[in-house]
């Protein structure tokens, strides 16, 4: 069995996902997609608006989307702090696809920053609920 | 009247006991939304937590960070206040103590001298502070009983904004601490600039187990982390406190509505006596009334007969013109005495006498004529005006009733008159 590591992903209301996996795949601010794996170095990072995916040990895969926040490795343990996460399961994926269109909308007419926040929103969401974008 | 007191007092028992049962039913929606609040207390604890341990960890890391939440200004000239409070009333002193305590700073800063600027959240303190006139800023409400983190961002935002463009220099929070259910306190609590022990305390041994330090990778550079994680501090601060805030208003909320149920039972129990007392008070009048009543009808009826009795009786006092209210004249003791009162037998007017008849026989009675006796000592001016008065003018000289009752009662009673 592979080595385990403690994940905890933590919004302001609530902890969303808490418990031991094989590995957590998420996307830091810049830097693109980053994995950890037990025994990871220390590592501290600011995240964009992504799909993690948390390995369990039953080799079960959780999809959280999450959007923007911060991960940090320590003492093999993974948290994942964002002010707004879903889980995979509990994500409307209908309004996630309209609001995905109305962001599309909007950049075809001019380039502003909150519809592109919109877009990755909803593509995080939409990834995370198992839907190719 | 008694009556209508009555009436009063049972308007206000129902009155007391409607606002009763809405007392009571806020107390119980507060007791167990205490219960919920506190969950989200505790659930926004581990956020916080780790929040705090990652800006400790990036300080200790030598995350070397200009932003301005972190350093604080060399001369505070103007000082913000956040005043977190309910949107609602009814919640005892809840509101009341954070608006003293917020405007007691705010008093305290003018007096120094300073500027100050306050942010009320909650519509309580905003319509308090523009009541009494203060400088208000861009105010927050409408969720005070549930708040939301979108809330919380919102106000930490404009906070930032604020500190970050130089408006004040200085932000506090003034909100209640949720401790238990039973106690809460107001509590002033600086926000920004961010507190140097918070930040510093780091104890940089993260991970320092396995002998690594505070060797973090950093993607991207410490900096740039420190500057998007700062603001979310601020804003997991202003979460926590609203949280705070919320569980102490239910809290208080169930206290207030808890004596305002005791204080209307009470209330209800007193009226209740009154009301009581003053029922039994209008039915012991009411019996009075009757029993006073049926006493003074007996006893005004015993007394109008011996009067007309002595009225035509043996003429000692003859009437006067307006003699039809003066039926009811007493008379003199010793009138009375001389027509021996007692059983009077009436005798038979009408057969006897020639000229009496049914109707002039009653009339007789009404005046308490019914003996032989009675008509034969009347002289001839009794028998004038009897006969004036009854309207039988004349008849009683024609037929000659005083003869005639001589002539009966010597028949009768073997008594010449």
């Known amino acids: 069995m592979a080595a385990t590591m403690t994940v905890e992903v933590v919004s302001p209301e609530e902890v969303l996902y808490s ?18 794996q037990a025994g990871h170095a220390p590592f501290l990072g600011a995240l964009t608006e992504n799909h993690t995916r948390v390995f369990l040990t039953d080799g079960s895969v959780e999809d959280i989307a999450v ?23 509990k994500i409307d994926v209908d309004r996630a696809r309209s609001a995905k269109q109305r962001a599309e909308e909007r950049l075809r007419h001019e380039h502003d920053a909150e519809a592109i926040s919109a877009l990755g929103r909803s593509h995080a969401r939409l990834r995370a609920a198992g839907i190719t974008v | 009247m008694a009556g209508g007191q009555e009436r009063i007092l049972r308007g206000r028992i129902r009155s007391m006991q409607a606002t009763k049962k809405i007392t009571r039913a806020m107390e119980l929606i507060a007791a167990s939304r205490i219960v919920k609040a506190q969950q989200r207390v505790q659930a926004a604890v581990p956020y916080s937590e780790q929040i705090t341990e990652v800006v400790k960890d990036l300080a200790a890391a030598g995350a070397n960070s200009s932003s301005p939440l972190l350093a604080g200004r060399s001369e505070v000239k103007t000082t913000c206040y956040v005043v977190i409070t309910a949107d609602r009333g009814l919640c005892g002193g809840y509101n009341a103590g954070i608006q003293r305590a917020a405007e007691g700073e705010v008093k305290a800063d003018v007096l120094a001298g300073k500027g100050y600027e306050i942010i009320p959240v909650g519509r309580k303190a905003e319509s308090y502070f523009r009541f009494r006139g203060y400088r208000l800023g861009q105010g927050f409400a409408g969720f005070s009983d549930s708040p939301s983190y979108a809330d919380a961002k919102a106000i930490g935002q404009h906070v930032v904004d604020l500190y970050a463009s130089g408006e004040v220099d200085r932000v506090e929070l003034v909100y209640t601490r949720f401790i238990t259910p039973g106690s809460q306190e107001v509590v002033l609590r600086p926000l920004v600039p961010l507190s140097r022990e918070v930040v510093q305390g780091g104890d940089g041994k993260a991970g320092s187990d396995d002998g690594t330090g505070g060797d973090y990778e950093f993607e991207p550079d410490p900096t740039i982390i420190l500057e998007t994680l700062l603001p979310r501090y601020v804003e997991a601060r202003v979460y926590a406190a609203l949280l705070n805030a919320a569980a102490s208003e239910h809290a208080f909320r169930q206290r207030a509505m808890k004596s305002a149920t005791d204080n209307a039972d009470e209330l209800i129990k007193n009226l209740s006596i009154v009301m009581n007392r003053a029922r039994q008070d209008s039915i012991t009048t009411e019996i009075m009334e009757i029993v006073g009543g049926a006493e003074a009808l007996g006893s005004g009826k015993g007394a109008g007969k011996q009067v007309r009795i002595v009225d035509f009786g043996p003429l000692s006092n003859p009437l006067n013109d307006d003699a039809h209210d003066g039926f009811l004249d007493i008379r003199p003791a010793s009138a009375l005495a001389a027509t021996a009162v007692g059983v009077i037998e009436p005798d038979d007017l009408e057969g006897e006498i020639e000229g009496i008849g049914p109707v002039i026989g009653r009339k007789l009675a009404e005046v308490g004529i019914t003996t032989f006796k009675q008509v034969a000592q009347w002289t001839a001016e009794d028998a004038e005006r009897i006969g004036d008065q009854l309207d039988f003018r004349g008849r009683i000289e024609r037929e000659d009733w005083i003869g005639q009752a001589k002539a009966a009662h010597l028949a009768k009673y073997g008594e010449q008159l």
Do not use: C, P, Q, Y
């Open chain 1, 67 to 89: 959007h923007g926040g911060f991960v940090e490795v320590s003492n093999n343990k993974v948290s994942i702090l964002s002010d707004a996460a879903e889980l995979g399961s």
């Open chain 1, 19 to 36: 418990g031991e996996a094989t590995m957590v795949i998420t996307r830091t601010l810049g830097g693109g997609e980053i994995a950890f």
